[in-house]
């Protein structure tokens, strides 16, 4: 694998721990859950983001099911293990993957 991004998501991926970056000029804490396409053919991650800013707003606080977001990974920015490795995750899981095309890894999540 060339891109060291596409690298440390996967990593991550397989040892269920969490990252964090920056995204959209955002910072993000994030459990990374699967590897895939987006709509237009470009490498996305399915994140369960539990910290950070999103829009203009803190996550914090959100309804487990609303943490979901799909980054794309060419504008993950800052890619570091998070201070609180922890893999977080919730039973929507599966639903939220739909979002994906062509999944290349995903996590076996643990509730």
Not at 36 to 59: I, N, P
């Amino acid at each position: 694998m060339s891109d060291p991004k596409l690298a440390h998501l996967t990593d991550a991926i397989r040892n269920l721990t969490s990252l964090i970056a920056v995204y959209k000029s955002e910072p993000r804490v994030f459990s990374p859950h699967a590897l895939g396409k987006g709509r237009y053919g470009e490498d996305v991650v399915l994140v369960y983001q539990y910290k950070g800013m999103s829009g203009g707003r803190s996550t914090e606080g959100l309804p487990p099911e609303r943490c979901w977001r799909m980054f794309i990974v060419e504008e993950l920015h800052g890619l570091a293990p998070a201070a609180d490795s922890d893999w977080h995750t919730h039973e929507s899981y599966a639903a939220a993957q739909e979002r994906l095309n062509g999944v290349s890894i995903s996590a076996a999540p643990r509730a």
